[in-house]
């Protein structure tokens, strides 16, 4: 009896292991499946450069994390000259499940990609040779924007000046190296809603501007179920201490209930008045990640729409300690 059991048991390992192998062989080398580039050939019109300019730097912010951002300035400005260059690191320190870097998207490094390849890019997540993206770039939203802008986006980011920056290669830690090749999916793309419907126009501009990802707290890369919005997204900033997101929800203790419309809008704007100087931030003293330089120019009636969307969202109760400095050694 005890003979067949431990036979039962090692034909039930030996099964179980099988099945891993066979599950993890598949998710390796079948997925991602989501099909071959569109063979799409994208007209470079002023119309197109004017809107790609505008959601690249001021809406969706590419120019955000594909750029070098000053820290010794106030929200980080950027850096003359780097624009497009890529080579941002993001890591552990930051709540990511590996060593992720923000690829050189200047004609420099895309000059071998046709614009089908970009396409699929940013709008599925798998770059040119087939290879799934981690989400850093949140190509699960754009892939629900209306297809129109994200051929404006490629339309400008064709217009960068090249930078020669060789980006070192992302590294997942495990699980993620797995699960990473099960994120990109096929788009389903969407019209811009009429900006009339304001709080649709809103969940729209949101989506594209990826505010979820950096107002709720993560785990591994993961959001935490029942925190959408309520903010503390630990940001570690080297010589200044670790600063987290605001919490965005309608909750009238710990979010922005008591926020007008108006406040909401002013925010934004004051950091692009024309008397508006980053200030210099020393050392062990606050400063944010929110590239509120690039968002504030965001167009005040798409400011608006998204304070009509956040109205609507669910409350979440969560105090943010804003900022924790540095202890000195």
């Known amino acids: ?37 569109e063979n799409i050939t994208i007209e470079i019109t002023p119309e197109r450069l004017e809107r790609g300019k505008y959601l690249a730097h001021s809406v969706n912010a590419c120019m955000d994390c594909h750029s070098k951002r000053d820290w010794s300035k106030a929200a980080g400005p950027i850096m003359e000259g780097t624009l497009g260059q890529g080579g941002e690191e993001f890591n552990q320190e930051f709540g990511f499940p590996g060593k992720f870097y ?23 997540g798998v770059n040119k040779d087939g290879k799934a993206l981690f989400p ?34 992302s590294v997942p830690d495990f699980p993620m ?21 304001q709080v649709a126009y809103g969940a729209y501009i949101f989506n594209a501007a990826d505010c979820n990802a950096c107002h709720t707290k993560q785990e591994k890369g993961s959001p935490l ?44 704007k004051s950091y692009t008045d024309s008397t ?29 729409a998204i304070y009509a969307y956040l109205r609507t969202v669910k409350p979440v109760k969560n105090k943010v300690e804003k900022f924790s400095a540095e202890q000195a050694d």
Do not use: C
């Not at 923000?102 to 599925?124: H, M, Q, V």
């Not at 802008?149 to 980006?167: F, W």
């Not at 020393?282 to 798409?302: A, I, S």
């Open 102 to 124: 923000s690829k050189n998207i200047t004609p420099y490094a895309l000059k071998s990609w046709t614009d089908g390849e970009i396409f699929r890019a940013i709008t599925s």
């Open 177 to 197: 190296n797995f699960i990473i090749n099960t994120i990109p999916q096929k788009p389903q793309f969407v019209k811009i809603p009429e900006q009339s419907n």
């Open 1 to 37: 009896m005890k003979k067949n059991l431990k036979k039962g048991i090692k034909y039930f390992v030996l099964f179980a292991i099988i099945a891993i192998v066979g599950l993890l062989s598949y998710v390796s080398f079948a997925l991602p499946d989501i099909g071959d580039p």
């Open 225 to 268: 179920p029942g925190m959408e919005l309520a903010g503390g997204f630990e940001f570690k900033l080297p010589g200044s201490g670790v600063v987290r997101s605001a919490n965005i929800t309608p909750d009238k203790e710990t979010g922005i209930a008591a926020w007008t419309e108006e406040m909401f809008v002013n925010r934004f």
């Open 136 to 169: 850093l770039m949140p190509h699960p939203n754009y892939g629900k924007s209306d297809r129109e802008d994200i051929y404006s986006i490629i339309a400008y980011i064709r217009t960068l000046k090249p930078i020669e920056n060789v980006v070192p290669v």
């Open 276 to 304: 508006y100087k980053p200030a210099d931030i020393k050392p062990g003293e606050f400063n944010t990640v929110m590239p509120w330089t690039m968002y504030g120019n965001m167009k005040t009636e798409d400011l608006k």
